[in-house]
């Protein structure tokens, strides 16, 4: 089968390649952790033929007698002889009790050098960060970005193309199924059911699953909005669903949890200040939203525009904040490293009218020199179009790398 390069993630992980440390690949599921894994393993053969590569997909028949750190330690005895270099991948780790004493173990010994992939966040920050503290790398598996997409459709780059991407979303099967009629939408339905029978029922044990698909519904249908636990259970209550906020919140950290959805959370912007509460929440993939609650492009356009520009940052290493000045709202803040941008999102912009002055407005009263973009869907690219903002066009923003 032909692997498809994602250089965007081998690219950062393939300098750790034989470093004595753990390269842990996170993500939501089917989102192509298993194919950067198969690809690091190809460039490893590549480099060195008479490598010793051990590969376990938890996912597969064969190997679910592994059921326990002592099962996959017996499993691995004997599988690394001193005279090669080893390595051991392992996918979806978490479906291993205890799996961090295994790697651990192997980590003392400097037998191999050590792989996985998990999905969910709890990997990070309760078995690794426990066991494994200081001794691993994470590296965030997305689902695929708009340049991608157009890659493994084979698409040319244009608003076709791009709304395509807007209504199908990003998993990278789809090529396989094909972007006919609602074809692709049963697959994701499936998808959708998976992650959340696998990785949020049974991984956080949810026990009220009716209320868990009613609050993905309502955060379905308000993408990108300003809200809270507590507008949610009211909301939820309006249809005779009484739920507490805080098991709200219990269930909205299970679904982040997942990497199903994305919390944002707002930052006041001279300062980063931090608010804990009026979140926003972004999906993973467009394309799940849309099969949880219809594609409905008039309706819908605006919210998706914001979760494509949302991907976009997050895809490319930046930390994303919904950014708050007074009473003023910036979409996007990314920061990375030393540097920031700020990032308005519409649908399109009359340079003369009250949507104009809005967004300019709002990034003109931010007095520091760090990139300002505005994005739109029906728009030229005009490129600088006032005072140092940045007007662009969706296509434009998504197909260029920011810095």
Sequence with gaps: MKLIERPVYTGRIIPFINKQIIKVLTGQRRVGKSYVLLQLMDHIRSTDPAANIVYINMELDEFVPIKTHADLSAYLKDKFPSDKNNYFFIDEVQEVAAFERTLRSLLAKNVCDIYCTGSNANMLSGELATHLAGRYVAFHIHSLGYREFITFHQLDNTLDSVLKYLRYGGMPFLPNIGLQEDLPF?????????????????????????????????????????????????????????????????????????????????AEINGLKIFEIGEKYYFEDVGLRNAIVGFNQRADIHKLLENAVYLHLIQQDF?????????????????????????????????????????????????DNYPKYIVTLNDISTGISREGIIHVNLIDFLTADQS
């Design 186 to 266: 049963e697959y994701l339905r499936n998808v959708y059911s998976t992650i959340l029978l696998k990785d949020v029922v049974a991984r956080e044990n949810i026990r009220n699953v009716s209320f868990l698909e009613n609050l993905v519904v309502y955060l379905a249908n308000n993408t990108g909005s300003l809200f809270s636990a507590n507008n949610i259970s009211k909301y939820l209550k309006s249809q005779r669903v009484d739920m507490s906020p805080q098991l709200t919140i219990n269930y909205l950290r299970s679904l982040s949890n997942s990497y199903f959805i994305h919390k944002v959370a707002r």
């Design 319 to 367: 930390s994303v904040f919904v950014g708050k000045m007074e009473d003023k709202e910036i979409d996007f803040i990314g920061i990375k490293n030393a540097t920031k941008l700020y990032v308005q999102v519409c649908l399109t912009l009359d340079n003369d009218g009250t949507a104009a002055q809005r967004e300019f407005g709002n990034l003109l009263k931010i007095e």
